[in-house]
């Protein structure tokens, strides 16, 4: 163990030799890791709110951990649609740009601050982060890092935090989910989609319906016992196979489909809303789509739901973690996903990994809803040259750029595919 700990030590160590090696030259008094205090390190920048052309690839300094955090040279970041609502400043209480986006990522322990146990300098770990996920190195506090079992690569690990434990704390924390059950879940090839169909076939004889575009079908149809179109009646293709409806619904699209969702739901049913991507419908924030989507949201009267038996719920991650201080909650479940993974009986489904320079397109991708799992930026990924038409620079006349419906044969570009 002692042996391992020290080759991991020592790889951290070259990391750090390697990629700053100018800095560390310039300012070599102090040994390599007195140098890192001066580096500078490529990050994500969102300059403001609005289009694709607000994100470019900059250099910030670099943090260091203060009391209670830990400092990870980052391998890969996970992207999710929450980061594509960030960036069109379409979230309660946006911070103020310009800022790294991202929340998860995973890499190699490099410092520990103060006060910090349990872990050691060359750890491979994911972590959750408040922002600034997507750069070459962070800083968060140690109780939202957890160590990566040895055989998950760390584009796996990026992969698995905030989809699974989302998936998780849905169905066993808040709806409940035992034996005999049947589950629809929206988005069914998305990250979160697929971690709660591997959850649910860990509890026998739960039947999940999805939602999908059908060009994912082939792909995720062993997946899930009953998919279907997107765009179909799939309240009435629900019906038909199951009169009574279905015990859970997990919604990450609103809109009409809060009460779409609603009418499902058999007796003691529970409908769990945890985002709102159909608020989403253009490259930059629209009044005009969040006030029509706000307006087909079915208005629940309390003594409805209390007569027929039904609970509404809603779950975000982000705000148990970063607001509610549940930390300590969250780690409880994420021993339960590992012991799992462990067991074989989860893994991330990643769908593609990008340069940090290919953001664009990356998010692109989501907007474009064309990923099957989860999006990856590889931070030490070169990127396509096919993408590297400066990626990481706004437009001359820094206007928005178009997204035009019909382009999406254009942007089918997916490297790295797995």
Same mark, same amino acid.
């Given at each position: 163990?002692?042996?391992?700990?020290?080759?991991?030590?020592?790889?951290?160590?070259?990391?750090?030799?390697?990629?700053?090696?100018?800095?560390?030259?310039?300012?070599?008094?102090?040994?390599?890791?007195?140098?890192?205090?001066?580096?500078?390190?490529?990050?994500?920048? #969102?300059?403001?709110?609005?289009?694709?052309?607000?994100?470019?690839? +900059?250099?910030?300094? %670099?943090? !260091?951990?203060?009391?209670?955090?830990?400092?990870?040279?980052?391998?890969?970041?996970?992207?999710?649609?929450?980061?594509?609502?960030?960036?069109?400043?379409?979230?309660?209480?946006?911070?103020?740009?310009?800022?790294?986006?991202?929340?998860?990522?995973?890499?190699?322990?490099?410092?520990?601050?103060?006060?910090? @146990?349990?872990?050691?300098?060359?750890?491979?770990?994911?972590?959750?982060?408040?922002?600034?996920?997507?750069?070459?190195?962070?800083?968060?506090?140690?109780?939202?890092?957890?160590?990566?079992?040895?055989?998950?690569?760390? +584009?796996?690990?990026?992969?698995?935090?905030?989809?699974?434990?989302?998936?998780?704390?849905?169905?066993?924390?808040?709806?409940?989910?035992?034996?005999? %059950?049947?589950?629809?879940?929206?988005?069914?090839?998305?990250?979160?989609?697929?971690?709660?169909?591997?959850?649910?076939?860990?509890?026998?004889?739960?039947?999940?319906?999805?939602?999908?575009?059908?060009? @994912?079908?082939?792909?995720?149809?062993?997946?899930?016992?009953?998919?279907?179109?997107?765009?179909?009646?799939?309240?009435?293709?629900?019906?038909?196979? +199951?009169?009574?409806?279905?015990?859970?619904?997990?919604?990450?699209?609103?809109?009409?489909?809060?009460?779409?969702?609603?009418? #499902?739901?058999?007796?003691?049913?529970?409908?769990?809303?945890?985002? +709102?991507?159909?608020?989403?419908?253009?490259?930059?924030?629209?009044?005009?789509?969040?006030?029509?989507?706000?307006?087909?949201?079915?208005?629940?009267?309390?003594?409805?739901?209390?007569?027929?038996?039904?609970?509404?719920?809603?779950?975000?991650?982000?705000?148990?973690?970063?607001?509610?201080?549940?930390?300590?909650?969250?780690?409880?479940?994420? &021993?339960?996903?590992?012991?799992?993974?462990?067991? @074989?009986?989860?893994?991330?489904?990643?769908?593609?990994?990008?340069?940090?320079?290919?953001?664009?397109?990356?998010?692109?991708?989501?907007? &474009?809803?064309?990923?099957?799992?989860?999006?990856?930026?590889?931070? !030490?990924?070169?990127?396509?040259?096919?993408?590297?038409?400066?990626?990481?620079?706004?437009? !001359?006349?820094?206007?928005?750029?178009?997204?035009?419906?019909?382009?999406?044969?254009?942007?089918?570009?997916?490297?790295?595919?797995?």
């Amino acid at each position: 163990m002692a042996k391992e700990g020290a080759q991991r030590a020592e790889e951290t160590e070259q990391m750090i030799e390697k990629e700053g090696g100018k800095e560390t030259a310039e300012g070599s008094a102090g040994g390599s890791l007195r140098a890192a205090d001066t580096k500078e390190m490529r990050a994500v920048v #969102l300059s403001a709110f609005g289009g694709l052309n607000k994100l470019r690839v +900059s250099k910030k300094a %670099m943090p !260091e951990p203060q009391e209670g955090e830990l400092k990870i040279r980052v391998k890969a970041c996970g992207l999710n649609f929450i980061d594509l609502m960030v960036r069109q400043g379409n979230i309660d209480n946006p911070p103020k740009t310009p800022l790294v986006p991202g929340f998860e990522c995973s890499g190699i322990v490099e410092a520990i601050g103060d006060s910090v @146990k349990g872990f050691e300098i060359g750890d491979r770990v994911m972590a959750f982060v408040n922002y600034n996920a997507w750069a070459e190195v962070v800083c968060t506090p140690a109780e939202f890092v957890y160590k990566i079992p040895d055989d998950m690569s760390f +584009s796996e690990a990026a992969a698995f935090p905030m989809n699974f434990v989302t998936a998780y704390m849905m169905l066993f924390e808040v709806a409940n989910l035992r034996e005999g %059950m049947s589950v629809l879940v929206h988005s069914a090839g998305g990250g979160v989609g697929q971690a709660v169909a591997q959850l649910c076939s860990t509890i026998p004889n739960v039947t999940v319906f999805g939602t999908a575009s059908s060009f @994912k079908h082939e792909a995720i149809k062993d997946s899930v016992t009953h998919l279907f179109d997107r765009n179909a009646d799939y309240v009435q293709e629900v019906k038909r196979i +199951s009169a009574e409806g279905v015990d859970i619904v997990l919604d990450c699209l609103c809109g009409e489909n809060t009460g779409k969702g609603l009418s #499902l739901l058999k007796p003691l049913g529970t409908y769990i809303l945890y985002g +709102s991507s159909n608020m989403v419908t253009g490259e930059t924030k629209s009044f005009f789509s969040f006030a029509k989507s706000w307006w087909q949201v079915e208005k629940v009267n309390p003594i409805k739901l209390y007569e027929e038996n039904k609970v509404i719920a809603g779950f975000s991650l982000l705000n148990l973690l970063f607001k509610q201080n549940r930390g300590g909650l969250v780690k409880v479940v994420m &021993d339960k996903l590992l012991d799992l993974y462990n067991n @074989k009986k989860i893994k991330p489904v990643v769908d593609s990994l990008w340069a940090l320079e290919e953001v664009k397109e990356a998010m692109q991708r989501i907007h &474009d809803r064309g990923n099957i799992g989860k999006l990856i930026l590889d931070v !030490e990924k070169a990127p396509t040259p096919l993408m590297a038409n400066d990626s990481t620079e706004t437009s !001359e006349a820094g206007e928005e750029e178009e997204d035009h419906e019909g382009d999406n044969e254009n942007k089918e570009r997916m490297p790295f595919i797995q």
